[in-house]
């Protein structure tokens, strides 16, 4: 079956620090994969995709993520955090059989001052 | 300026009564997405349209019912026969299936009273 897993309910960093929000999927064929970040109360917003190509993909507010395809993970990092990173992050992957978005759980972030 | 438009934020129901949830693109999007949300997991499909005048049911779609009249409306209702219809509903967007980003809505949060 494909799906998409976020190991850790929850990550916290110093502020300053590097972050890492852990990704990994099982789908068939090459896969499809986002990152989207959500703010309490509010809808989610998209930061970055993998389609194909660069293995290191750079999104928004100076996200990254580097895909694995032989651990078949999507991790998502940013060198530095900051405070304002605080938010609840989810990792998805294309359905290859109907091309809807199969969801991780969601991963929440704070960044400690 | 473009984007995604869902009201009520906030919607209060009885139990018994049905109630529509509404969601507005002038993103000229052909696909258009509902997604429930519950604290702790992760988005799950409940309906979603390809294109006008045509959609399929999602992961969820018990209880749920949609329209898509027009390519920039795809209102939700939350019929009686939805047994726990408190949550938080995301509308989303995307220009097709898959392979581009969607654009979600600030969602409404439906609470049964």
């Known amino acids: 079956a494909q799906s998409v897993a976020q190991p850790e309910d929850q990550v916290n960093v110093a502020e300053g620090n590097p972050l890492t929000v852990k990704c990994t999927y099982s789908v068939s064929g090459n896969p499809y994969l986002f990152w989207y970040v959500q703010y309490p109360n509010r809808g989610l917003q998209f930061l970055l995709k993998y389609i194909t190509g660069d293995n290191l993909v750079k999104g928004s507010y100076g996200f990254e993520a580097e895909f694995n395809k032989s651990q078949t993970s999507f991790h998502l990092k940013k060198p530095s955090a900051l405070v304002s990173d605080s938010a609840l992050y989810f990792c998805?992957?294309?359905?290859?059989?109907?091309?809807?978005?199969?969801w991780g759980a969601g991963t929440k972030l704070i960044i400690k001052p | 300026d473009g984007g995604i438009t869902q009201s009520p934020k906030y919607l209060f129901r009885k139990e018994g009564q049905n109630v529509t949830l509404s969601c507005e693109q002038n993103?000229?999007?052909?696909?258009m997405y509902w997604y429930r949300q519950d604290p702790g997991q992760g988005l799950r499909l409940i309906y979603y349209s390809q294109i006008v005048n045509d959609f399929q049911k999602g992961d969820i779609a018990e209880g749920y019912s949609v329209s898509r009249e027009k390519k920039e409306s795809f209102p939700l209702t939350v019929t009686s026969a939805q047994k726990n219809p408190t949550a938080f509903y995301l509308c989303?967007?995307?220009?097709?299936?898959?392979?581009?980003?969607?654009?979600f809505g600030q969602g409404t949060r439906l609470t049964v009273v």
């Open positions: 993103l000229n999007h052909d696909a």
């Open positions: 998805a992957v294309r359905d290859s059989s109907n091309y809807q978005l199969i």
């Open positions: 989303a967007s995307s220009h097709n299936q898959g392979s581009t980003e969607a654009f």
